[in-house]
């Protein structure tokens, strides 16, 4: 069981009454994109086994959706962030470095 | 290969079993095969004994990161049908039920096939309307099976609380040619078939990379050093996106863990697999006794092999509900696997963007009943280019669209 912390109204639950929305992050693309592209945003997903970045919604609390990077490997969360930010903050990818030196870092 | 026979066991009854033979060899790679194949789990060794069998392929090995059917072919529920809405579908699955049937005389190894009948309960009216329309698309697929209404469900099981008030079961669609077969068997009858053609089954050998020479691969580097091969097939279900990677390709797939758990034993009391698709709950009474009970799937990216504990809390929960019984029953096991769920929750059999390497992976929460027409299919691809029943499964589906929709129509776990 997952214990999650809402970055939108601070309440730390467990993750049944958050809801999984996939990976985080996508950059979009649409109407003038190629077919492979489009395919990749639409299909084709990271899964990494190791350090996930990911979208989870606050289904039955405050209902705001939020990011969050954890580790499929370990089920550890590293922490949890707003949804309103495009790439992973700072203080987050340390403390995944400090946590697993090998990591390659975002990308 | 020695020959099991009722003959052969009365020969070692007579001098204290001291004749019996390994049922396959573990050998050291050779530096090079024909035909490499990743995962010796049932879709891998499928693969691998009808490349055998079918079209005479032999120089080829089979190697594993843990132990032969370790993975998910060890960890299903053992459920064996059919009865799929889809074209494509319907043919592969179909293509192995019937395998099943014989697979015990092919392989001379007892799988234990039991074609007990498989019963998907509809508990609401949505399913009702899609199992009859299910039913209506195996009449045309010649794939037989049979809606049937709520007392024929109750004469085929007992101790089925029929009249639920939060899931009553309105009828169910029965296959009854469906069944179990042992998951294990399956896998080392298999694996002995192989060793026997000379193939090399590899156990404890991890893939850590696959080498290319002129957009072709050319080896897979290994724990146990490189093997050169000229065909490689990728056959690892959860950890599929993995070696994608390594190979230089992203697939459509995404890794979840689905959860499995048994009870005590128990005197014989359900002779039939219900699967109750509403509340996630899968049911059969294995031949120690103990009922077999599959669950639902996270839903999210989990590569641990243990899932939540809520949905064993939701599994268990709703099945007490339509199973009164099952109340008084301890669980002896719980466990979990890594299943590869691809966005139709269809299969993908396929070619792939690296040259001569093929990948049959994304049988999500189904595939153990897949495991010999998966095999065919996989075959046939990799010795001859196509194949009627992969051709529909290429990964390319998706860049063009054309989806083997099953997410709803299956009613499996998602």
């Known amino acids: ?39 990749a945003y639409m299909f084709a997903r990271k899964n990494p086994r190791g350090v996930h970045f990911e979208r989870w919604r606050h289904a039955y609390g405050c209902g705001k959706w939020f990011l969050m990077a954890r580790d499929t490997m370990t089920l550890e969360v590293y922490g949890t962030y707003k949804a309103q930010t495009t790439e992973p903050p700072a203080d987050i990818v340390d403390k995944i470095k400090a946590r697993r030196p090998e990591w390659e870092g975002y990308k | 290969m020695k020959r099991y026979s009722a003959f052969a066991i009365a020969r070692e009854a007579m001098r204290q079993h001291t004749g019996w033979t390994k049922a396959w060899a573990s050998p050291e790679p050779r530096t090079h095969y024909d035909v490499v194949i990743v995962g010796a789990g049932g879709h891998g060794l499928a693969t691998a004994y009808y490349l055998g069998k079918n079209f005479g392929i032999t120089n080829v090995a089979i190697i594993e990161k843990g132990w032969l059917g370790g993975g998910n072919t060890g960890r299903n529920t053992t459920i064996i049908r059919s009865n799929y809405l889809q074209d494509p579908s319907a043919a592969i699955y179909e293509k192995a039920r019937s395998l099943y049937e014989t697979m015990s005389q092919d392989l001379n190894y007892n799988v234990m096939f039991s074609p007990r009948g498989v019963m998907m309960l509809a508990q609401t009216e949505h399913e009702v309307r899609g199992y009859k329309r299910t039913e209506m698309a195996n009449k045309l697929q010649g794939v037989e099976t049979r809606f049937i209404g709520p007392a024929e469900v109750k ?35 298999y694996a002995r078939a192989c060793s026997d053609m000379g193939m090399h089954v590899i156990q404890n050998c991890e893939v850590i990379g696959v080498e290319s020479v002129g957009g072709e691969v050319s080896a897979v580097a290994t724990t146990k050093g490189t093997i050169g091969c000229k065909k490689l097939g990728i056959v690892v279900a959860g950890h599929s996106g993995h070696l994608a990677e390594l190979a230089g390709f ?40 103990e009922m077999v009970i599959g669950g639902g799937a996270d839903h999210f990216n989990n590569y641990t092999q243990r899932g939540s504990w809520m949905h064993i809390e939701e599994t268990v929960r709703s099945l007490v509900e339509t199973f009164p019984m099952l109340s008084r029953l301890k669980m002896l096991r719980q466990w979990g696997g890594i299943v590869d769920m691809t966005g139709d929750r269809s299969p993908i059999i396929s070619k792939t963007p690296l040259g001569n390497t ?25 010795a001859k280019g196509e194949s009627p029943l992969a051709d529909a499964f290429s990964m390319y589906r998706f860049r063009e669209g054309r989806f083997i929709d099953e997410s709803v129509a299956a009613g499996v776990a998602h």
């Open chain 1, 1 to 39: 069981m997952l214990l999650l912390t809402c970055p939108c109204c601070g309440v730390t639950a467990e993750e049944t009454e958050f809801s999984n929305g996939g990976e985080a992050h996508l950059k979009r693309f649409g109407p003038g994109s190629t077919d492979a592209e489009y395919e």
């Open chain 2, 155 to 189: 004469r085929l099981v007992p101790i089925m609380n029929i009249e639920g008030p939060r899931y009553p079961v309105l009828g169910a669609l029965w296959q009854a040619r469906g069944g179990t077969a042992r998951h294990d068997a399956v896998a080392w009858g």
């Open chain 2, 250 to 289: 992203r697939l459509p797939v995404e890794s979840v863990a689905l959860q499995a758990m048994v009870s005590e034993p128990i005197k014989p009391c359900m002779d039939v697999v219900v699967m109750a698709n509403t509340v996630h709950g899968y049911l059969s009474q294995s031949d120690k006794g």
């Open chain 2, 358 to 382: 093929f990948i049959n992976c994304g049988w999500g929460t189904g595939g153990f009943k897949a495991i010999p027409g998966s095999g065919w299919a996989m075959a046939e691809l990799m």
